[in-house]
């Protein structure tokens, strides 16, 4: 049970990250990154977590069947996030994904391959 609570904590601290991306501050990025740090020391799961977020944009982006959604209970935002970014710009959020999972395999901090992650989501917020 406990664990249970633990992934559900999770999961809406991984959610929030994602809604909230456009308005963090390095700093906060940073105390985010370390807070994770502790429960997944390479990121893995957060890295997967950003997969499947940015997969369900675009599959609402797409006009795609929705009830296909991992993040079903979060359609708003969902949407929302479709209407931000070009199909462009999640496949440059894919890609920087892979490549902060490929850094951190090769051995570059996690937290700073984390943190160029972020700054790369967190300019497709302000730009769109």
């Not at 020391?41 to 977020?53: A, G, V």
């Not at 949407?79 to 920087?96: F, G, M, P, R």
Request: proline share 1%.
């Amino acid at each position: 049970m406990l664990e249970d609570e633990a992934k559900r904590i999770r999961y809406q601290k991984n959610v929030k990250i994602l809604k909230d991306i456009g308005n963090f501050t390095l700093e906060q990025m940073v105390k985010v990154l370390a807070e994770m740090k502790e429960e997944d020391p390479n990121f893995s799961e957060f890295l997967q977590f950003i997969r499947d977020w940015y997969r369900d944009v675009l599959i609402v982006l797409v006009g795609a069947d929705v009830r296909k959604l991992i993040f079903s209970t979060e359609m708003k935002t969902m949407k929302e996030k479709a209407e931000q970014y070009s199909l462009t710009k999640v496949n440059q959020i894919l890609e920087a994904v892979d490549l902060a999972q490929d850094r951190i395999q090769a051995n570059v901090k996690a937290e700073l391959a984390m943190q160029m992650l972020l700054m790369e989501m967190k300019v497709g917020e302000d730009n769109g």
